[in-house]
């Protein structure tokens, strides 16, 4: 915790590693964190509310324009195919692979879209009733951790480099105004604070005894809510601020994420076996694996390219998966714990959190590609079977490490 500020009677329940802190008076730019665990409780930015506007709006406006013009173009053998963004779902409909289609609409459009009309909304001077801003907060902290624009845009930067073997590569408006979306998202994203609604909402504390800074919330008979960060005793079920039900710990939360690795594990092995994408050359058709994929970009000495999609497509899942299942031992076996096996955890489960989403940068450049090599009388690309299982992967694992409950690492320490 920053001690060079003035302290104030303001506090907070770390999320992680349940201690109780006393906020200091937090100066502009500047965070408090958690002097056991170091997440970030609370922060305070100059013209929060102004910036978050200007750059929700400017996201708003170059996602518009990037659906208007054409994306990417290629050239093969004389013949020049366009893309557009809004034609990559419509092909993959056309192709039958719903679901990936229905991952791109949401994953890139219509959850970022959704999430900074919120912020832009809490943010304006309308005059919105508690009752309002508790579902628009509630919405967005559910929507924010499924946004994956700046994963696509990275996932198009790879697939040309697999474009580049079909025929000449271009880029058109609407990718550089995509770029500006990605870029003015993220700014909104990081500069919104949805803390500070929820404490216009209701205060975060409906405990009625002296709270103890420096003590763990479950032994003084104190809960958070996951949902709004509020602190509750811990007999009271449902939470006053954001009405969401909770317990002193999600005692089952462990068992959760056991079956949902599990599940994982049964379409990961599916997912490296079978096919990722299927080009037809002249009539004959061949099936690629993800291996595959990362062997043939090696051989053409693109090797920074080939350990992106190895790292994100093989590595990081099962990693992700061990990790995960390191971390579930280590609440369930692990009796003596100390200090700073506790902080190697967090920070593992910090990683883990991080890190998952990028699995997807494959699905993405298998949708961008299978989207501009249509030509059916000469070439074309498509999605197969082994993309299907690889995204089935990437979002059960996803679920897995949000039904985690970190807390519980730091229990009987």
């Known amino acids: 915790m920053q001690q060079h500020y003035q302290v104030s009677q303001h506090y907070a329940l770390c999320h992680h590693c349940d ?6 008076s937090i100066g502009q730019e500047h965070q408090a964190v958690c002097p056991r ?40 053998i004389g013949i020049v195919d366009n893309l557009s963004l809004l034609s990559i779902p419509n092909i993959l409909y056309e192709y039958q692979y719903s679901s990936l289609m229905l991952l791109f609409l949401l994953f890139i459009l219509i959850f970022p879209i959704c999430a900074l009309v919120i912020q832009l909304i809490l943010c304006s001077p309308i005059n919105l009733s508690k009752y309002h801003k508790r579902n628009l907060l509630i919405a967005h902290g559910k929507l924010s951790h499924w946004c994956m624009p700046e994963i696509f845009m990275a996932g198009v930067l790879v697939s040309f480099v697999k474009l580049a073997s079909y025929g000449e590569i271009g880029v058109d408006n609407a ?5 500006l979306f990605v870029f003015f998202y993220l700014k909104s994203s990081i500069d919104f604070s949805s803390r500070h609604f929820w404490n216009e909402v209701a205060s975060n504390n409906f405990v009625k005894t002296d709270l103890q800074p420096g003590k763990t919330g479950i032994s003084q008979n104190i809960r958070l809510c996951l949902h709004c960060h509020a602190m509750l005793p811990a007999g009271l079920l449902r939470c006053p601020r954001c009405k969401y039900k909770g317990k002193l710990r999600q005692k089952n939360s462990i068992q959760w994420t056991i079956a949902l690795l599990l599940t994982s594990l049964m379409f990961y092995l599916p997912a490296n076996i079978y096919g990722i994408m299927n080009t037809v050359f002249l009539g004959s058709a061949s099936s690629s694996t993800i291996l595959d994929g990362v062997i043939y970009m090696w051989q053409e000495g693109d090797y920074p390219v080939a ?44 990683i883990v959190e991080f890190i998952g989403r990028w699995s997807m940068i494959d699905i993405f450049v298998v949708s961008v590609i299978s989207a501009l090599i249509r030509n059916k009388e000469m070439m074309s690309v498509y999605p197969d079977i082994g993309a299907i299982f690889f995204a089935s992967v990437v979002v059960i694992t996803m ?14 320490n």
């Open 19 to 24: 201690i109780m802190c006393e906020l200091p």
């Open 37 to 76: 665990c170091h997440t970030k409780l609370a922060r305070k930015q100059t013209n929060m509310q102004l910036n978050t506007i200007l750059y929700s709006s400017c996201a708003l406006v170059m996602l518009l324009l990037s659906t208007c013009f054409i994306f990417i173009h290629i050239k093969v």
């Open 175 to 179: 990718f550089w105004s995509f770029a």
């Open 307 to 350: 350990l992106v999609i190895f790292s994100a497509s093989v590595t990081i899942p099962i990693l992700k998966i061990l990790a995960l299942s390191w971390l579930c031992y280590f609440v369930l076996v692990v009796k003596k714990k100390n200090k700073d096996d506790c902080l190697q955890m967090n920070r593992l489960y910090n």
């Open 399 to 412: 679920i897995a490490s949000q039904k985690y409950d970190p807390r519980l690492i730091w229990d009987k």
